[in-house]
């Protein structure tokens, strides 16, 4: 009886068996194609290539000749581009993803076969460049831009990190319009010529950028100069009176203007005098004389000194005023009632002309040069020439 029973539970046991085994299998061949899933070759060597606000993507046609199209997936697979490497016979695909943002983006290649078999998907994360790499790169300064004779010799600053060439347009002399200068300049070249430039204007630059690498160049705003074309300026009727006291002879304060910049005996001299030859500030002060209405603005100047000996050079740290009303000479409160200066500068004794230039564009009537100490033990100041550029007010544009 026993042995019945136990037989009749192991034959239910097998019959139990077979039926489980039955509906795993038949669960499994849901996921299962005939002769094995199919999964195209996917991408290979893909690469990028920032540019602005875009990323160009790179990577070889597949060889095999069932893969036809593929697809770039980018933001969790929401943004897609379709691609038909029909379109790439010679053997690379390439895509440009536009309108991205300034930020990394992470990119998947997927390949389909013409039974629409998809690949495993390749990856790569690319950023793109915008306005905020562009607003951090630095553009070139203006270091002159004077006339000589019709042609302005305008002279800027080294070309800036990734840099590719500078755009500039001016104001023509004949026609009072603007026009572009037909060749760019390039790094490792700071000077440039406007033919027929108007003087007294102000005219405009660009640079454009590239990153190393980068697709895209991109061009900065134009800039505005911060100071119109200079010339030398007509200084005949320009008068000057120095501080009390500090005139030796003949040496007088008018001879800086006289357009004479290598004869002893054209020049101003400071007192030789014993009571005031250390007095410092020692001020030249300058009345340019121009019409009722118009202001002349000095943006760069020329000192002259002795021509040949440099211990003979004195003058050391000066600064330039300039002002809409005369400047008094002996004014010893003269740091706070000139108000602010236009420029600063200390001389060596290297060269008997040396260069100054303004720090800022104002107009005035009146100037007056402040000259603080010496590099005579007796405080001397000897000056032969000063030779200003700029513009007049009525000039500017």
């Excluded at 500030?281 to 002795?306: M, R």
Aim: aromatic share 14%; charged share 20%; net charge negative.
């Amino acid at each position: 009886m026993n042995k019945i029973i136990s037989r009749i539970i192991f034959a239910f046991a097998l019959l139990l068996a077979a039926s489980s085994c039955y509906k795993q299998d038949d669960v499994y061949k849901e996921f299962v194609v005939s002769g094995g899933y199919i999964y195209p070759a996917k991408p290979v060597n893909l690469t990028y290539v920032p540019g602005y606000k875009r990323v160009v993507l790179k990577w070889d046609r597949p060889y095999d000749p069932a893969v036809k199209t593929a697809k770039v997936f980018w933001e969790n697979y929401t943004d897609s581009m379709s691609v038909d490497y029909a379109q790439f016979p010679d053997g690379k695909a390439y895509v440009s993803i536009e309108n991205l943002q300034e930020r990394s983006y992470t990119f998947d290649v997927v390949d389909y076969d013409s039974q629409k078999h998809a690949s495993l998907a390749t990856e790569i994360t690319a950023s793109p460049y915008g306005d905020f790499w562009l607003s951090a790169l630095s553009e070139r300064r203006l270091k002159q831009a004077r006339l000589v004779g019709d042609s302005a010799t305008v002279v800027v600053s080294s070309a800036t990190d990734q840099m590719v060439k500078t755009q500039f347009r001016y104001r023509d002399a004949t026609s009072g319009e603007m026009v572009d200068v037909e060749d760019c300049i390039y790094p490792g070249t700071d000077t440039l010529y406007f033919p027929h430039a108007l003087k007294g204007s102000k005219f405009e630059y660009r640079s454009c950028f590239c990153p190393p690498n980068g697709a895209d160049t991109v061009w900065s705003a134009w800039v505005t100069t911060p100071v119109a074309i200079e010339y030398k300026l007509p200084v005949e009727a320009w008068t000057v009176e120095a501080t009390k006291n500090q005139i030796n002879g003949t040496n007088t304060p008018d001879k800086i203007f006289d357009g004479i910049t290598d004869k002893s005996s054209s020049r101003y001299h400071s007192s030789t005098n014993s009571s005031y030859r250390r007095n410092f500030p020692k001020v030249l002060a300058i009345d340019t004389h121009v019409a009722d209405g118009d202001a002349v603005c000095i943006s760069s100047f020329e000192i002259y000194e002795h021509n040949t000996t440099q211990n003979s050079r004195y003058i050391k740290s000066y600064r330039l005023y300039s002002g809409t009303e005369a400047f008094d000479p002996d004014d010893e409160n003269y740091s706070v009632n000139y108000g602010e200066y236009i420029a600063i500068g200390e001389l060596d004794r290297l060269s008997a002309m040396q260069t100054g230039s303004s720090v800022l564009e104002k107009f005035g009537r009146y100037f007056a040069l402040v000259f603080l100490d010496s590099y005579h033990t007796y405080g001397y100041i000897d000056l032969w020439e000063f030779v200003p550029y700029g513009y007049l007010q009525s000039e500017a544009q």
